[in-house]
């Protein structure tokens, strides 16, 4: 099976589109923040990476555009808006705790307190990553 144009998809290999999805850094940062962060305002994903305004407005509309999360009106100021993940977002979730898990063994970051026994409790943070997230959940 080719892939299909009008899918902006480079391939018929699962892993090689999710790539065409979410495969640079960015990306995934902004998955961070919002996912295992709470980060829901456009400023406050910029804030901490120093990520450009223009490539972060582009990664989150990638991100709309997918499917993966949404952009709604904020409740406690109805002039913003604010980020929220869809569904495929909180699937995301044991990835990126997978990938901080890996990243703690196989890299030379310096690991915060809290993330030191990532790997000892890897379901237990996927369940409250989990649960933090789906409280925000639009579908």
């Known amino acids: 099976m080719s892939p299909s144009p009008s899918t902006g998809l480079r391939s018929s290999c699962p892993v090689a589109a999710s790539l065409d999805v979410l495969g640079d ?12 962060g709470g ?10 990476e120093a990520i450009a305004t223009n490539t972060l ?39 990126l705790v997978d ?6 063994a196989n890299t030379a970051v310096d690991v915060p307190p809290e993330q030191a026994g990532a790997a000892e409790h890897r379901d237990g943070l996927i369940h409250q990553f989990t649960e933090q997230a789906s409280s925000r959940l639009v579908d």
């Open 39 to 48: 980060t829901t305002h456009f400023a406050d994903f910029a804030a901490d």
């Open 25 to 36: 850094r960015w990306t995934l940062v902004v998955l961070r923040d919002l996912l295992l």
């Open 99 to 104: 990938l901080m898990i890996w990243g703690i």
């Open 57 to 95: 407005a582009e990664r989150l509309q990638r991100l709309r555009d997918a499917g993966i999360i949404a952009r709604v009106r904020d409740p406690e100021d109805g002039r913003r808006w604010i980020y929220v993940p869809r569904r495929p977002a909180i699937e995301l979730i044991p990835v």
